[in-house]
């Protein structure tokens, strides 16, 4: 087994198809079928199942492909810390976060990294919660934003900023009091986010030590199917500033506080220990933390205060 031959396999199973992959990799269409039938046998696994649609990975090939992307990207991370120049940074840098971090966070970080350092590539890639810190920790991406990060053997964590956690209403729903009382909110309809969740085991927390019950009306994955259930009016979820503040400035939401003790949520930049941190990362990495004391300092990420 060798690079090439993970390159061709993981570019095959990007593209869905021979054909395009050897169109993409400018190899010919035989040799790169042979380099895929080298890898099943030295492997002992079929690595792809062929049909009228093209090609889809077997179980074993989904095992494969993980990790072949890990070692491919950690190939290239090596390759730009060992050539990287301080006048000339340059690299493609990976950053997960959840959706509703990336509402406030996103948009305003492409802008600083593309003005500072035009040649960093900023992907941002929107997992839930609970996928961050694997994606971080196998270098799948060179850093993760992740909500209430415990300590992890492999795993640097940050601590970077609290921010308050609301309840999310239609406008048009009548609350007696804001902040809202607990007995209230538990008589009220919640779409909620998916276990395993942090947000929501400290919801479920919150509930079990009011020795209250709330009315769960659904679940989702992502603040991206949260958010529409409520402006639709069907339910009332809890949520951060930062994952609705456009529709409460258009008035499509409004949001409401939860009575003391706070309702806050840690969020981290999380790093992997034994990986490679290129000296793109490392810039986008500080261009974060200051972006983020901006956003703070200003009151454009409202609800949240920094760390020390």
């Not at 035989?30 to 093209?54: K, Y």
């Not at 769960?216 to 409520?230: K, Q, Y």
């Not at 990495?285 to 200003?298: F, G, N, Q, T, Y």
Request: aromatic share 4%; hydrophobic share 45%; charged share 20%.
């Amino acid at each position: 087994m060798n690079f090439r031959q993970l390159k061709y396999f993981v570019k095959i199973v990007e593209l869905g198809g021979m054909t395009r992959a050897a169109q993409m990799l400018f190899v010919a269409q035989p040799a790169l079928s042979q380099q895929i039938a080298n890898l099943e046998a030295e492997l002992g696994v079929r690595l792809l199942d062929r049909n009228v649609h093209g090609v889809m990975p077997t179980s074993e090939g989904e095992v494969l492909y993980r990790h072949a992307r890990t070692i491919l990207r950690q190939v290239d991370n090596t390759r730009a810390l060992l050539m990287q120049k301080d006048e000339d940074v340059t690299g493609k840098v990976s950053i997960g976060m959840p959706s509703s971090t990336g509402r406030v966070l996103a948009l305003p970080l492409f802008q600083r990294v593309r003005e500072a350092y035009p040649g960093i590539l900023v992907e941002i890639v929107d997992v839930p919660s609970a996928d961050l810190t694997g994606l971080a920790a196998q270098g799948r991406v060179d850093m993760s934003i992740t909500p209430d990060q415990l300590p992890k053997r492999g795993l640097q964590v940050l601590p970077v900023l609290l921010e308050e956690i609301y309840v999310i209403l239609h406008p048009g729903m009548a609350v007696s009091a804001d902040p809202m009382p607990l007995a209230e909110l538990a008589q009220i309809p919640l779409i909620l986010p998916s276990l395993p969740n942090t947000l929501r085991t400290r919801v479920e927390h919150v509930f079990q030590q009011a020795r209250l019950e709330y009315k769960l009306a659904g679940e989702a994955s992502t603040s991206a199917i949260l958010i529409p259930a409520v402006k639709a009016g069907m339910a009332a979820t809890l949520l951060p500033w930062s994952a609705v503040n456009e529709d409460v400035r258009a008035g499509a939401l409004r949001v409401v506080r939860l009575p003391p003790p706070t309702f806050f949520r840690e969020l981290s930049i999380c790093t992997s220990s034994s990986l490679p941190f290129t000296q793109a990362a490392q810039k986008v990495k500080d261009i974060c933390l200051a972006l983020c004391r901006d956003l703070v300092s200003s009151g454009q990420w409202a609800g949240s205060r920094m760390m020390e």
